[in-house]
C-alpha cells in the first residue's frame, strides 16, 4: 500500500497538506504569542485547542450540529432532484441550451445570500429560511453541470442508440446518464459544499440554532476561544462532507470509464 502511495504521490500530497496546516498553526501562535495580533482577536492556538476538546468530549455540539445537518439533507435533496430535472430537459433542447444556460450562469453571478432578508420573511426566521436558501444557492451548480454535462455527450453515439431502436428511457439511463455522470457528480459536490457554507452563514445572520447561531453568540459575547472551537468544528464538519463527496465522485469516475 506504501509503495502504491509512493508511486502515485499521494503520501507526498498528504505531507504538502499536513505542512500547510502546521505551517498556518505555527503562523497564528507566532502572530498571538509575540503581540503582532491582540488576543482579543486571535486567542493563542493552545486555548483554542483546549475548548475545542472540551467541545468534542463533551458532545455539546451534537444539538446545533443536528439542526445545521437537517436543514442541509433537506436543501441539499431540493438542490439536487430539481436541478437534475431541470438540467435533463433544457439539455434535451439545443435552443434552450442557448437560451438558459447563460441565464443561469448569469443568476448564479449574483450574491444571493444578499437577498436572505427576503427568506426570512417569506420562510420565518427558523430552519424554513435557511433550507430554502440553501437550496436556491445548490441549484446553481448543480443544474448548471447537468446541463454542461448531458449537452455535451458525443452525438454519435446518441444517434447509434437511436438507430438501433433505443427508446428515450433507454438512451437516458445507457448512453446519456453514463457519459454525463462525472460532471454532474462534480456539481452535485460543489452543490453539496456550497449549501452548507450558505446554510452556516444564514444561521450566523438570523437564527435560534445551529452551528453558525453559535458562532455568532460567543462572538457576542467576547468569548473568542470558544468562538473558534466552533469556527474548527464546522471546518471539521466541511472537510469532512467534501471528502465523502469526493471518494463518491471518484468512485463514479471510474465506474463511467
Given at each position: 500500500?506504501?509503495?502504491?502511495?509512493?508511486?502515485?504521490?499521494?503520501?507526498?500530497?498528504?505531507?504538502?497538506?499536513?505542512?500547510?496546516?502546521?505551517?498556518?498553526?505555527?503562523?497564528?501562535?507566532?502572530?498571538?504569542?509575540?503581540?503582532?495580533?491582540?488576543?482579543?482577536?486571535?486567542?493563542?492556538?493552545?486555548?483554542?485547542?483546549?475548548?475545542?476538546?472540551?467541545?468534542?468530549?463533551?458532545?455539546?455540539?451534537?444539538?446545533?450540529?443536528?439542526?445545521?445537518?437537517?436543514?442541509?439533507?433537506?436543501?441539499?435533496?431540493?438542490?439536487?432532484?430539481l436541478g437534475c430535472l431541470i438540467g435533463y430537459l433544457v439539455s434535451r433542447s439545443a435552443y434552450a441550451v442557448r437560451v438558459f444556460d447563460p441565464l443561469l450562469a448569469g443568476l448564479y453571478s449574483v450574491p444571493t445570500i444578499l437577498l436572505y432578508p427576503l427568506y426570512v420573511l417569506f420562510f420565518g426566521i427558523g430552519g424554513g429560511s435557511?433550507?430554502?436558501?440553501?437550496?436556491?444557492?445548490?441549484?446553481?451548480?448543480?443544474?448548471?453541470?447537468?446541463?454542461?454535462?448531458?449537452?455535451?455527450?458525443?452525438?454519435?453515439?446518441?444517434?447509434?442508440?437511436?438507430?438501433?431502436?433505443?427508446?428515450?428511457?433507454?438512451?437516458?439511463?445507457?448512453?446519456?446518464?453514463?457519459?454525463?455522470?462525472?460532471?454532474?457528480?462534480?456539481?452535485?459536490?460543489?452543490?453539496?459544499?456550497i449549501s452548507l457554507l450558505s446554510i452556516l452563514g444564514a444561521e450566523t445572520i438570523a437564527s435560534f440554532e445551529g452551528v453558525g447561531h453559535r458562532i455568532v453568540s460567543y462572538a457576542e459575547s467576547m468569548e473568542i476561544a470558544p468562538m473558534f472551537a466552533w469556527v474548527f468544528l464546522a471546518i471539521l464538519v466541511a472537510w469532512v462532507l467534501n471528502g465523502i463527496a469526493s471518494s463518491v465522485e471518484a468512485r463514479g469516475r471510474k465506474g463511467a470509464e
Open positions: 500500500m506504501l509503495r502504491g502511495w509512493l508511486r502515485s504521490g499521494a503520501l507526498y500530497q498528504r505531507a504538502t497538506q499536513l505542512g500547510f496546516i502546521l505551517a498556518c498553526g505555527f503562523a497564528w501562535n507566532w502572530a498571538v504569542t509575540n503581540n503582532h495580533v491582540s488576543k482579543l482577536i486571535l486567542p493563542p492556538l493552545p486555548a483554542v485547542w483546549t475548548q475545542f476538546s472540551k467541545l468534542i468530549m463533551s458532545g455539546r455540539f451534537w444539538p446545533d450540529l443536528s439542526v445545521t445537518l437537517t436543514e442541509l439533507v433537506f436543501a441539499f435533496s431540493i438542490a439536487a432532484i435557511k433550507i430554502a436558501i440553501g437550496a436556491t444557492i445548490a441549484f446553481f451548480p448543480v443544474v448548471l453541470s447537468t446541463i454542461a454535462g448531458l449537452a455535451n455527450v458525443n452525438r454519435l453515439l446518441i444517434s447509434s442508440a437511436r438507430s438501433m431502436g433505443a427508446s428515450d428511457l433507454q438512451l437516458f439511463f445507457r448512453v446519456l446518464l453514463p457519459a454525463a455522470f462525472p460532471v454532474v457528480l462534480a456539481g452535485l459536490r460543489l452543490g453539496l459544499v
